[in-house]
């Protein structure tokens, strides 16, 4: 059964500050792996999409890597703003069109 | 274009009682999930629907959860009876699935339940 691990859990960082999460599945078998952004209160908001084939996707101040064999993934973040604050998931896609989500990063972007 | 709708957005009940979430995805998107996120945990799937039949519901607790698709469009899910554990943000999300497993599910903002 896949399983995603997400770390740190939490994550507390000045203004300004470059910062990566991390995320870990043990299937190696995906189709492809997914950064989401939930706010409180909100729904999820996919960020950046990584095929299995590909290594890598960058938007903006966003950068999403990808380990296939190695089972990991990581999310970068440059600059970091107040308004990145927010709850942080990723997520693998596995046969049938089923997501199966890691237990998050909470991260806050001091002022 | 318009997003996933549901309703209601907060729901508080007691334990036993029924309860029933709606959605509404977006115009043209033939699948529909629904997941549960208890607090601290990522979202775990439900059921899946593809127009008005079920895809998957291996992980849905059929003694006390139901869910249908009647029309292919919109669709419900129930509890009842409902339990403590059953408190959770309940997600819908949509997708177009054009067959190549790579649609985006775009999520509704989520039905905050509390039981009692």
């Known amino acids: 059964k896949q399983e995603v691990t997400q770390i740190p859990a939490a994550l507390s960082v000045p203004e300004g500050e470059n910062l990566v999460l991390n995320c870990s599945f043990t299937?190696?078998?995906?189709?492809?792996l997914q950064w989401f952004r939930q706010d409180p209160g909100k729904g999820l908001t996919s960020l950046l999409l990584?095929?299995?084939?590909?290594r890598e996707q960058t938007s903006g101040r966003l950068n999403a890597s990808l380990d296939k064999s190695s089972g990991r993934s990581t999310l970068y973040i440059a600059a970091s703003q107040p308004g990145d604050s927010a709850t942080y998931l990723c997520?693998?896609?596995?046969?049938?069109?089923?997501?199966?989500f890691g237990t998050g990063t909470r991260l806050t972007v001091i002022p | 274009e318009a997003g996933v709708a549901q309703s209601p957005r907060y729901k508080i009940i007691e334990k036993r009682q029924s309860v029933a979430f709606w959605c509404n995805p977006i115009?043209?998107?033939?699948?529909l999930y629904w997941y549960q996120q208890i607090l601290g945990q990522g979202p775990k799937l439900l059921i899946q629907?593809?127009?008005?039949?079920?895809?998957?519901d291996s992980q849905l607790p059929k003694d006390r959860f139901s869910a249908e698709r009647l029309k292919g469009v919109d669709s419900t899910l129930k509890i009842q009876p409902a339990k403590l554990e059953d408190s959770a943000v309940y997600l819908c999300?949509?997708?177009?699935?054009?067959?190549?497993?790579?649609?985006?599910?775009?999520f509704g903002p989520g039905t905050r339940l509390t039981v009692l």
């Open positions: 999300a949509s997708s177009s699935l054009r067959g190549d497993l790579t649609d985006t599910q775009y």
């Open positions: 299937d190696s078998a995906i189709y492809n």
């Open positions: 990584i095929q299995s084939s590909q």
């Open positions: 997520a693998v896609l596995t046969g049938a069109n089923n997501l199966f």
């Open positions: 115009s043209g998107h033939a699948t």
């Open positions: 629907f593809q127009n008005n039949g079920v895809v998957d």
